[in-house]
């Protein structure tokens, strides 16, 4: 049974960080291409990062300096350190796992409020 576990949500202050971690479960974790997206109320689903199977890292330009992706294959696991918060950045954050032709999976999502 394939499974996506996002958690670390929650709300923070601007300039705050949060860490998100995704677990990963029923497919061969090492193989996937892992990214992070994001999706605020009324608005498109963006790519935030991504963490190839290969080791290619990838930052969307809104977060590249603030936001670091990496993923621990022995866990099963993919996080994302966000730093320096904004406002902007307030959304539900998901992970997402896929590989060439393969099944695309996606967890449930986790909320991100930066707030005063």
């Known amino acids: 049974q394939v499974q996506l576990v996002e958690s670390g949500g929650g709300l923070v202050q601007p300039g705050g960080s949060l860490r998100l971690s995704c677990a990963a479960s029923g497919f061969t974790f090492s193989s996937y291409h892992m990214r992070w997206y994001r999706q605020a109320p009324g608005k498109e689903r963006e790519l935030v990062a991504l963490a190839s199977s290969s080791g290619y890292i990838y930052y969307a330009p809104a977060v590249k300096g603030r936001f670091t992706i990496s993923r621990d294959n022995a866990k099963n696991t993919v996080y994302l350190q966000m730093n320096s918060l904004k406002a902007e950045d307030t959304a539900v954050y998901s992970c997402?796992?896929?590989?060439?032709?393969?099944?695309?999976?996606w967890g449930q999502g986790t909320q991100v409020t930066v707030s005063s």
């Open positions: 997402n796992a896929r590989q060439g032709s393969q099944l695309e999976y």
